[in-house]
């Protein structure tokens, strides 16, 4: 009779331990998984980012060949590109921080190109050029995809971040260094339309 309960006693442990480690398991397997898929998310806002950088010199190109003395303007592109290329962030931290200094490099080449912009409109011939036509279209879509990509970043990011943070698996995620990811946001005062003088 004692042999039988002990024998009782380790199955019942050994079932614990063994749900115990598929609990454990999964919820890690998962939590791979949905990191996986914010670092994903993160590769193709870069790839947005990047083609709206490999959209610039051309568009500065055509700029100039109609408009070479608005040096400044084309130097502070050619300059806010640079900087923007240069500041990447590993999608293993994306933290706030990261974050927002890869923003305001975005949000430079963003104000720099909405400056070149404005001055494109003092050159009508400039404006009718089908190449410069072309080029403008392409960087109007590509911020559209930008856009996109960015709202699928956040809601992959909020996705990650909620199931990381539920009881017990903000136990878990601890326990393997699995960190809340960053959002995207609005830029101060995205909310009051620009100044645009000419």
Known sequence: ???????IIIIVIAVIALLFYSSIKGTYN??????????????????VYQRRADLIPN???????????????????????????????????????????????????????????????????????QNFLELQSQLEGTENRITVERQKFNNSAQTYNTYIKQFPKNIYANIFDFDEKAYFKAQENAEQAPKVEF
Do not use: C
């Not at 100039?64 to 962030?89: C, D, F, N, P, W």
């Not at 974050?99 to 909405?114: D, H, N, R, V």
């Not at 912009?117 to 009508?124: A, S």
């Open 1 to 7: 009779m004692k042999m039988k309960k002990s024998w």
């Open 30 to 47: 998962k939590m791979v998984a949905m990191d996986q898929a914010v670092v994903s998310q993160w590769a193709q806002v870069e790839n």
């Open 59 to 129: 568009l500065v190109a055509t700029v100039k060949g109609y408009a070479a003395h608005e040096s400044e303007t084309l130097t502070g592109v050619i300059e806010a590109r640079a900087k923007a290329t240069s500041t990447t962030i590993d999608p293993t931290n994306l933290t706030a921080e990261n974050m927002q200094a890869f923003q305001q490099a975005q949000g430079g080449l963003s104000s720099a190109l909405s400056k070149l912009m404005v001055v494109v409109e003092r050159y009508p011939d400039l404006k009718a050029n």
